[in-house]
Nanobody, 121 residues
Framework: QVQLVESGGGLVQPGGSLRLSCAAS????????MGWYRQAPGKQREWVAA???????NYADSVKGRFTISRDNAKNTEYLQMNSLKAEDTAVYYC???????????????WGQGTQVTVSS
C-alpha cells in the first residue's frame, strides 16, 4: 500500500511564501514523475507543476517564475516552494506521484489527500 501525505499549507498574506511537502511511503520500488495540482472552490482541478525522476521541471504559465518544484529521491519526497503568492493561488493543493511498487509491476498514479492554501490579507 502506498500513501502520499502533504504538509505545509496554511494562511498567508498576498506577497508571502509557503513551502508544501509531499512524502510518499509504503511499498515503493521507484518513482517516476511527481507533480502538484490545485483545485479552487467551484473550479476544476488544474495542473501546477511537474518534475521527472531526473529533475526536469515544468510549470503552468500562471505560476511560472513564482513557484519552484523539487524532489529528494532518497526521501521519496517532493516540494513546492511558492513565492509572491496571490489571492488567486488560493486552493486545495494535491500532490501526485507516478510510481512502481515492484520491479516487474506497472506504474500507477497516486494522490495525496490535499492541503489548503489560503492567500488573504
Amino acid at each position: 500500500q502506498v500513501q502520499l501525505v502533504e504538509s505545509g499549507g496554511g494562511l498567508v498574506q498576498p506577497g508571502g511564501s509557503l513551502r508544501l511537502s509531499c512524502a510518499a511511503s509504503g511499498r515503493i520500488f521507484s518513482i517516476n514523475a511527481m507533480g502538484w495540482y490545485r483545485q479552487a472552490p467551484g473550479k476544476q482541478r488544474e495542473w501546477v507543476a511537474a518534475i521527472t525522476s531526473g529533475g526536469t521541471t515544468n510549470y503552468a504559465d500562471s505560476v511560472k517564475g513564482r513557484f519552484t518544484i523539487s524532489r529528494d529521491n532518497a526521501k521519496n519526497t517532493e516540494y513546492l516552494q511558492m513565492n509572491s503568492l496571490k489571492a488567486e493561488d488560493t486552493a486545495v493543493y494535491y500532490c501526485n506521484a507516478d510510481l512502481r511498487s515492484s520491479s516487474r509491476g506497472p506504474a500507477y498514479g497516486y494522490w495525496g489527500q490535499g492541503t489548503q492554501v489560503t492567500v488573504s490579507s
